[in-house]
């Protein structure tokens, strides 16, 4: 139960609403006034839909829940609203309208007056139709850009914030651990500090908007058993210490995340939605997180259904809530009236709820939503007519140029040049052979929570709502004085070869071919990537390897275009296209990127976020395997991928030069800085990707052979360098040890840096000296770059 807190008011105001009142006290007041359904009323939400029309939300009447009686639920008020853009398609004008009609009603019909706290899918954008599509995770990692990406949160977050939107169920933070996984292109990587930079950008940018960013899948989710949706995650404690938490501890610590959704998985027998040392004891006591942990999509229920650890649904209920769960999404199911009832019997103690609550309701006033001057009027709406929605259809731009430059800005940095042999940048060619099932596909750039693709496709009488330019349309108006003739030659998923030869023809008629593969977006096995669409291998889905197989017989050079969710084993094209191009679902501006690439008009400058693998059925794997994971004598299975995590290309070359190393010992407590030059040696600007990887020699436990420990991009005009100094502080060494906690060992280390994890240009061998440390949450996480023109010989 709370302590006593008097409920003070004023003839003008309750204590609640006073805004020159400590939060904690007006938290504590208003918990105080409230009867056990109110105060549960707080913990949940109703899945709804906006109405086109401006009217009311209505609940959204999911395959997997009864319907919901909103007239009946909201006396005691209402927590969450679930989505009210993001589930059918609306008017952004219209939706803003009817969800500030709905506020105003949730608001008037319970005792103090407050409204719900909604919150929408903005993995790739704000998920509501009309608004721009961004590219997905993956290309948020291939970037090596965290500026750019907390940018593009950032205007996702106002565009989010501007129609009545208070949360952001983004970023995903779970690392690759096998690519066959549906939802690889959600995340932003195989590496763990690569995820936790770019996922703590995106954070900050998020809720530098006013929108609670939400970590997930918190932990272990995308190390499922075979790569399979929601499977049992094989995990020792050591790797999800050492790879699954470090993004979520970064974004928890530097990002100030107000929210974490918990991970589907169990763990050694473990549901995380029941497992208190990881929701309470790891994330709140020893990080210091004080923010809601929400549940993923039905997951609380999924612990008497699915994982067979609870009797009932308020047996469900007690058991999330103890171990630290505070708000159940995305509607009402286990802490309705079960929940009630398990408070009332004393099966559940109501101190559990108070402590939710405290969380739910501190995160409401934070926001303004206990404010006396609260209004349920959005910015979009401000001094508008709102008695006439039809004046206010196609008034609000969720897609301006701003947004659009933003994305092709993203899209450009993450179109990754994987081979090239010379063939690349065309120049001016005169007969195009455009071939593939992406070719003339115009939401081939985008991934599966995307709205037009997670939404959209199940209303096909509603156009997209945004500019999708196929790649057909981007080289038509890249090459404008170019014959491009267009085959499609097979499917994305099918095994149909009868266009294969058909495509070969044109092939042989051409000066060049782009063949544009990969995949195609979807849910619950309705794609090839996506939430349910795991791989059982990593080959190119259907026939499309025939298809190119065979243009690579042709005669005629190819240019391998992939719009892929995941990195695919491409066979003999490794060697033989003439160019290899390599993009991850790259958004609404995607396709205009790629044209920019393969016609110099854009340099390239992405790294890969995961590795590409040669075979496909070497998963998995990704490049942080420990030397028992590498190619041996004693195994004829060879993981060692056709390019490594970091790999990517230019249209330029550089030299590295003059590694200077200040320390060649430092005490564990220390720190070491190295200095290099950087040369672009070509005729034509670039930008180099400067990657430092550890190894470890000798530890007491097995170590990845390398892992990455910082990096910095750095664009060079011909001709130009730049010294660049590297600051190592001795803490990105530590690991956890064999008793469970972390440590920093003495011993020789090896910092080399890099252009990918395969090519090392420059090696220090450095040692640290003193006595073993135990490090906690508030050690230092990176190195750090600073760079300068070079000084001339």
Request: charged share 20%.
């Amino acid at each position: 139960m709370t302590a006593n807190v008097a409920v003070e008011t004023t003839p003008e105001i309750p204590l609640w609403n006073d805004t020159t009142r400590p939060l904690t006290d007006r938290v504590a007041a208003l918990i105080d006034a409230m009867t056990l359904q109110e105060k549960i009323a707080q913990l949940f939400g109703v899945w709804v839909g906006a109405s086109d029309q401006g009217g009311e939300v209505a609940p959204h009447q999911h395959d997997m829940e009864e319907a919901v009686d909103l007239e009946a639920l909201l006396p005691n008020g209402l927590g969450q609203l679930t989505r009210p853009f993001g589930t059918v398609p609306v008017d952004p004008a219209l939706g803003a309208l009817s969800l500030q009609r709905t506020q105003a009603r949730i608001a008037s019909a319970n005792r103090f007056g407050i409204p719900a706290l909604a919150h929408e899918e903005c993995l790739a954008g704000f998920a509501a139709w009309g608004a721009t599509a961004y590219p997905v995770p993956l290309s948020w990692g291939a970037t090596f850009d965290p500026d750019v990406v907390r940018r593009m949160a950032a205007a996702i977050g106002r565009d989010m914030r501007s129609v009545g939107i208070h949360q952001g169920l983004a970023p995903v933070l779970d690392v690759v651990r096998d690519a066959r996984w549906g939802r690889v292109e959600e995340t932003i990587g195989e590496d763990p500090y690569l995820v936790g930079t770019i996922g703590t950008a995106y954070v900050q940018g998020l809720q530098s908007a006013g929108i609670v960013a939400t970590l997930k899948h918190f932990v272990g989710y995308s190390a499922s058993r075979a790569g399979r949706n929601l499977a049992p995650a094989p995990l020792g404690a050591r790797e999800r210490a050492d790879i699954l938490l470090p993004p979520f501890e970064m974004a928890v610590r530097e990002g100030g995340a107000r929210s974490v959704m918990h991970a589907y998985n169990d763990t050694d027998g473990l549901p995380a939605a029941a497992d208190e040392d990881l929701l309470t004891g790891l994330l709140r006591d020893t990080w210091g997180f004080d923010g809601t942990v929400v549940a993923d999509y039905f997951g609380i229920a999924f612990l008497k259904t699915l994982h067979g650890i609870a009797a009932d649904w308020a047996d469900a209920a007690g058991t999330a809530l103890a171990a630290g769960v505070d708000v159940e999404l995305p509607t009402v199911k286990t802490f309705g009236a079960p929940l009630v009832e398990a408070v009332t019997e004393g099966r559940v103690a109501e101190s559990v709820i108070d402590r939710a609550l405290t969380r739910v309701l501190r995160q409401k006033a934070a926001l303004g939503l206990l404010d006396p001057d609260w209004t349920a009027v959005p910015a979009v709406l401000e001094g508008a007519d709102l008695d006439a929605p039809d004046a206010l259809r196609g008034k609000v731009d969720l897609d301006p140029p701003e947004n659009r430059a933003l994305a092709r800005e993203v899209a450009e940095k993450a179109v990754v040049l994987l081979t090239n042999d010379g063939t690349l940048p065309l120049s001016r060619p005169r007969r195009i052979a455009l071939i593939g099932p992406n070719a003339t596909v115009p939401t081939a750039v985008l991934g599966c929570y995307s709205f037009p693709m997670h939404v959209g496709v199940q209303h096909p009488d509603v156009p997209v709502g945004i500019d999708l330019p196929s790649l057909h349309d981007a080289l038509a108006a890249e090459f404008p004085d170019a014959d491009i003739t267009v085959a499609r030659g097979t499917g994305v998923d099918d095994a149909d070869t009868s266009g294969i030869a058909e495509a070969v023809d044109v092939a042989r008629a051409a000066d060049v071919v782009v063949v544009a593969l990969g995949d195609r977006a979807g849910l619950f096995g309705r794609g090839t990537s996506g939430e349910g669409c795991d791989a059982e291998s990593l080959s190119l889905p259907g026939a499309q390897q025939d298809l190119l197989d065979a243009l690579l017989d042709s005669g005629t050079p190819v240019v391998t275009v992939l719009l892929a969710g995941r990195p695919y084993a491409l066979g003999r094209a490794v060697d033989a296209s003439a160019a290899l191009v390599q993009s991850f679902f790259p958004g609404a501006e995607g396709t205009r990127a790629i044209a920019g690439v393969l016609s110099g008009r854009t340099d390239p400058s992405g790294r890969l976020p995961v590795s590409v693998p040669r075979g496909p059925g070497s998963q998995p794997t990704t490049y942080l395997g420990a030397r028992l994971a590498q190619a041996s004598d004693v195994s004829n299975i060879d993981p060692t991928p056709a390019f490594g995590f970091g790999h990517g290309l230019t249209y330029t070359s550089f030299a590295w030069s003059d590694l200077t190393v200040e320390e060649q010992e430092a005490p564990t407590s220390g720190q070491f800085t190295l200095g290099l030059t950087v040369r672009n040696t070509g005729d034509r600007p670039g930008t180099e990707v400067v990657q430092l990887y550890l190894h470890d020699p000798v530890a007491s436990v097995v170590q990845p052979v390398q892992r990455l420990i910082g990096y910095t991009r750095l664009p060079l005009g011909p001709g130009e360098a730049r010294r660049v100094r590297v600051t190592v502080p001795a803490d990105v060494a530590s690991f956890t040890g064999r008793d469970g906690q972390r440590i920093l060992e003495p011993g020789d280390l090896e910092l080399r840096l890099a252009s990918s994890s395969a090519t090392v240009h420059m090696t220090a061998t450095v040692s640290l000296t003193g006595p073993e440390r135990r490090l906690d949450h508030t050690r230092r996480f990176h190195a750090t770059f600073d760079h300068a023109p070079a000084q001339e010989a």
